[in-house]
Every structure is written in C-alpha cells, then in structure tokens.
C-alpha cells in the first residue's frame, strides 16, 4: 500500500529553527509538495521537490531524498504565524496526491 | 483568498435530508477535486474532474454524487448520509492533472451528520 508518514505534533520557540520529516513508500514517484493548513483554514502551497537536493523560499526550505524516499521542511526565525499544521503529500505513478496526517507545530514564546 | 469559493461553510443535516455543496474557481483551471478531510487522518481524495470530465472516483459511496456543469464550478450532492461522513470537506483545483501543478484550495464545508 501507499503511506506518508510525518511526526504527529511538534513543539519549537518562536525564533528557533524546527525540521518537520516526511517519509513515503508510493507506487511511483512524480514530486512531492508541502501544504500549510492553519486551524478552519484551507490548505496552502508551500513548496515543491521533484528532483534530488533543497528548494529555498524565503524563510521555508524542502528537501527531498528520491532514494532515500524522504524529505523535510525547514522553517527558520520561527514566529507565532507558523503555528499550523504541516501537510506533505506526494504524487503517484497515476499523478494522484497521496497526503500525510499532517504535523502541527506549535509555537512558544 | 485562494481564489476558491465554498458554499456553506457550516452545514447541519439529518441522516435523511439531501443537500449540496457548491464549489467555484476563479483561476481559469481545468481540473477540480473533492477531497474529505477527518481530523487527525490524511486528506482523502473523492473525486478529480479533468476539462470537465470525471477522471477518478475513489471507492466513494453512492450517497455522495459529484456534479461539474463546467470547469468553474463543482458540486457534491449528498443524501442519506451517515454520521461517519461528518467531516470538512474541501474542494481544489490546479491548472490541470499532471506533474508540477500545485492545488488550490477553498476553505471548505464543515458537515455534521446528525
């Protein structure tokens, strides 16, 4: 079967730096993305990998292993707005999006 | 303001009532998506609409019935739902179904099944 596994819950300090895992077992391999999903809101396109190596977009950054099946999100200078859930979905051999649970990050003070 | 409208964003129905929710874009796409979203459990992928044309239909039970009049607009007709089908449900689209395009979301209906 296809999976996405991301950590439920993590908590950081607002100005620190967190790293949220992503690992896939997929039928087939055609990019992976990063969605953002703060509380009763829709989802919204963070980044996208499809090739080896780290995509860098102001303060978020993705990598993503291909042979590994793994990838991560960085998020640095944390603030209190990135409170929300982390989605990581990866399209398939069909160019469907398979989605992860989610990882809600929490921001402290 | 993702340019993806949802209507009702709140809807109460009782297991023998028939509804339906209205999705539209303003983004000139060509693919629309139902997906189901239940907390703490991945988005579940219902239906895709490519150029208007139903392109998947992922096991979803007949009580749920998707409608695509044009590339601008989608609509779920439900009846006889069950109290496991309260969920947020959320519409998408992307330019079209392939590689590389990102999805747009609305912000969805939230739906309690009484």
């Known amino acids: 079967g296809q999976n996405i596994d991301q950590p439920t819950e993590m908590t950081a300090t607002e100005g620190a730096i967190v790293q949220i895992n992503c690992t896939y077992q997929?039928?087939?391999?055609?990019?992976l993305f990063w969605y953002q999903q703060h509380a009763g809101e829709a989802p919204t396109f963070l980044s996208y990998n499809v090739l080896d190596g780290l995509e860098e977009k102001g303060r978020f950054s993705s990598f993503l292993s291909r042979s590994k099946g793994y990838s991560y999100l960085l998020l640095k200078e944390l603030q209190m707005k990135d409170s929300a859930s982390y989605l990581c979905?990866?399209?398939?051999?069909?160019?469907?999006?398979?989605w992860g649970a989610g990882t809600k990050l929490i921001i402290k003070p | 303001e993702t340019g993806v409208t949802q209507t009702p964003r709140h809807l109460v129905m009782g297991m023998t009532n028939k509804k339906s929710l209205k999705c539209e874009q303003h983004?000139?796409?060509?693919?629309m998506y139902w997906y189901k979203q239940s907390a703490k459990k991945p988005l579940e992928l219902m239906f895709v609409y490519n150029f208007k044309e139903q392109t998947e239909n992922n096991s979803v039970p007949s009580r749920f019935s998707p409608e695509c009049p044009n590339s601008s607009h989608l609509f779920l007709h439900l009846h006889t739902l069950q109290p496991e089908d309260s969920a947020l449900y959320l519409c998408a689209s992307s330019q079209k179904v392939g590689e590389g395009y990102e999805q747009y979301f609305g912000p969805g209906t939230r739906l309690t099944v009484t």
């Open positions: 979905a990866v399209r398939d051999s069909n160019y469907q999006l398979i």
């Open positions: 983004l000139g796409h060509n693919a």
């Open positions: 997929t039928s087939g391999f055609n990019g």
